[in-house]
T-cell receptor, first 117, second 106 residues
Framework: GAVVSQHPSRVICKSGTSVKIECRSL??????MFWYRQFPKQSLMLMAT?????????EQGVEKDKFLINHASLTLSTLTVTSAHPEDSSFYIC?????????????FGPGTRLTVT | GIQVEQSPPDLILQEGANSTLRCNFS?????LQWFHQNPWGQLINLFY???GTKQNGRLSATTVATERYSLLYISSSQTTDSGVYFC????????FGAGTRLAVHP
């Protein structure tokens, strides 16, 4: 199956600072990537859809100025949490579809655990 | 939007037991996936199964799209099967159910 990586795997930052999370498709090109957030003991919630070369589409209730998404190449999407606050502490997971497989199956990265102190 | 319901929410098994997890969804979909989330948070793709039946070792899944449900069967469960099992469905966006938390005891 297709492989998606994320970096870093975990990050601790101080309140008010910004953090960038990278999502890469390692063995395929992805015109579309997805960003999810998961709070402890809860399910995954879609935050935004990242489109290569164009603006991201954000889900209702997700602040686009706070969660900046850049999809500058066919293998890399980045999520920047700006002016992070403790309530932004969460598990952030990205995913992508491999268009070469001809299905809608999504593959997920290993996630990034963000702790804001 | 599409609603996804998983049952049971929690399941405790003895090693070697069989189990069935259910996923009901509220609308037509062109994607249905089952995942196992391991203790480190990684989502492991189990099945891509918008319709039909598939088997992979001790796991199998069946989706009846016309009746809007999917079942995940785990046979001869092992302690390593413990974790959270998610069903996710999509027409455009992948929507996750709340998950079934499985604990397999030796």
């Amino acid at each position: 199956g297709a492989v998606v990586s994320q970096h870093p795997s975990r990050v601790i930052c101080k309140s008010g600072t910004s953090v960038k999370i990278e999502c890469r498709s390692l063995d395929f090109q992805a015109t579309t990537m997805f960003w999810y957030r998961q709070f402890p003991k809860q399910s995954l919630m879609l935050m935004a859809t990242s489109n290569e070369g164009s603006k991201a589409t954000y889900e209702q209730g997700v602040e686009k100025d706070k969660f900046l998404i850049n999809h500058a190449s066919l293998t890399l999407s980045t999520l920047t949490v700006t002016s992070a606050h403790p309530e932004d502490s969460s598990f952030y997971i990205c995913s992508a579809r491999d268009p070469g497989q001809g299905t809608n199956e999504q593959y997920f990265g290993p996630g990034t655990r963000l702790t804001v102190t | 939007g599409i609603q996804v319901e998983q049952s049971p929410p929690d399941l405790i098994l003895q090693e070697g037991a069989n189990s069935t997890l259910r996923c009901n969804f509220s609308d037509s979909v062109n994607n249905l996936q089952w995942f196992h989330q391991n203790p480190w948070g990684q989502l492991i793709n189990l099945f891509y199964i918008p319709s039909g039946t598939k088997q992979n070792g001790r796991l199998s899944a069946t989706t009846v799209a016309t009746e809007r449900y999917s079942l995940l069967y785990i046979s001869s469960s092992q302690t390593t099967d413990s974790g959270v099992y998610f069903c996710a469905v999509a027409y455009n966006k992948l929507i996750f159910g709340a998950g079934t938390r499985l604990a397999v005891h030796p």
